[in-house]
């Protein structure tokens, strides 16, 4: 008489085979021990492999992102002049300059003054666009206020107004 079937099994048990439950009119889980227990394990088991999915994705993500960041650090080392026309755009953007200067018209002004620094005149340094009015006074980030100098040149500079360039574009 104290025993009921049990939801999960479909067998016939002893009550005492039943977890208490207060909640219950007979006072009983309506699943026996075994199949409790069985639902248990199967939970942890479901929440292992969650886990696991979620490492090995994360993990993917994480090889994914020092990837390419390997083979951003990777272009800026090969391409470090096209990498000084990035930053001057970034910081232009970021002043809200006018202008958006391109890598082919800085290598084209690099051509037009023979591919060397306007003030030292090196021709063999890493020509960088500097501003002839510097960003930070206001001036654009336009062909016309640009003037390829070298690193130590552009940073001597700094945020000084002078126009190296033979043909004075800027006028004033
Ligand atoms: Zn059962
Ligand atoms: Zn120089």
């Given at each position: 008489m104290s025993s009921k079937t049990c939801r999960g099994c479909d067998k016939d048990k002893d009550l005492s085979e039943f977890y208490r439950h207060l909640q219950?009119?007979?006072?009983?889980l309506n699943y026996c021990k075994d199949c409790k227990k069985a639902e248990m394990k199967n939970n942890r088991s479901l929440k292992r492999e969650r886990y696991a999915e979620y490492e090995r994705r994360r993990n993917q993500?994480?090889?994914?992102?020092?990837?390419?960041?390997?083979?951003?650090?990777?272009?800026?080392?090969?391409?470090?002049?096209?990498?000084?026309?990035?930053?001057?755009?970034?910081?232009?953007?970021?002043?809200?300059?006018?202008?958006?200067?391109?890598?082919?018209?800085?290598?084209?002004?690099?051509?037009?003054?023979?591919?060397?620094?306007?003030?030292?005149?090196?021709?063999?340094?890493?020509?960088?666009?500097?501003?002839?009015?510097?960003?930070?006074?206001?001036?654009?980030?336009?062909?016309?206020?640009?003037?390829?100098?070298?690193?130590?040149?552009n940073s001597w500079k700094n945020v000084k107004v002078i126009d190296y360039r033979p043909d004075a574009v800027l006028s004033g």
């Open positions: 219950m009119s007979d006072g009983r993500t994480e090889k994914r992102k020092a990837h390419l960041y390997a083979n951003l650090k990777r272009w800026r080392r090969e391409n470090p002049q096209k990498m000084a026309v990035q930053l001057a755009r970034r910081r232009a953007r970021k002043l809200d300059a006018e202008g958006d200067l391109t890598v082919e018209e800085f290598e084209a002004l690099c051509e037009k003054y023979g591919n060397a620094c306007l003030r030292c005149g090196d021709r063999d340094a890493l020509l960088t666009p500097d501003h002839v009015v510097p960003l930070s006074l206001g001036g654009s980030n336009l062909t016309e206020n640009i003037q390829p100098l070298c690193l130590s040149c």
